[in-house]
């Protein structure tokens, strides 16, 4: 059974860092891809980067050049480094992963990690 277990949330003044990790049950290179998308109340989920097996990253356009997406290996985690936050960036932020399986393809979730940011 998959599980993905994200911390490192909390509340952090408009300005300062975070760094989320999300914790997979099984190896994050079993995956096609992993990220985090993020939802703010009253709003929709949003997407807000992606890592693939092969190393490759997207970002929303709202993060970009502020959050780094990345994974640790011995670690078996795939992490966020928010930067520059903003007090727009607060949400609950959620791991997600896809994992594909001959035909189909699998999506996992984790249970989501509150961050706010005051101004």
């Known amino acids: 059974q998959v599980q993905l277990v994200e911390s490192g949330g909390g509340l952090v003044q408009a300005g300062g860092s975070l760094r989320l990790s999300c914790a997979a049950s099984v190896s994050i290179f079993s995956f096609y891809v992993m990220g985090w998308y993020r939802q703010a109340p009253g709003k929709q989920r949003e997407l807000v980067a992606t890592?693939?097996?092969?190393?490759?990253?997207t970002y929303a356009n709202p993060v970009k050049g502020r959050f780094t997406i990345s994974r640790d290996s011995a670690e078996n985690t795939v992490n966020l480094q928010m930067n520059s936050l903003k007090p727009e960036d607060t949400a609950v932020y959620y791991c997600?992963?896809?994992?594909?399986?001959?035909?189909?393809?699998?999506?996992?979730w984790g249970q989501g990690t509150q961050v706010t940011v005051s101004s």
């Open positions: 890592l693939t097996s092969g190393g490759s990253t």
């Open positions: 997600t992963a896809v994992r594909l399986d001959g035909g189909s393809a699998d999506d996992y």
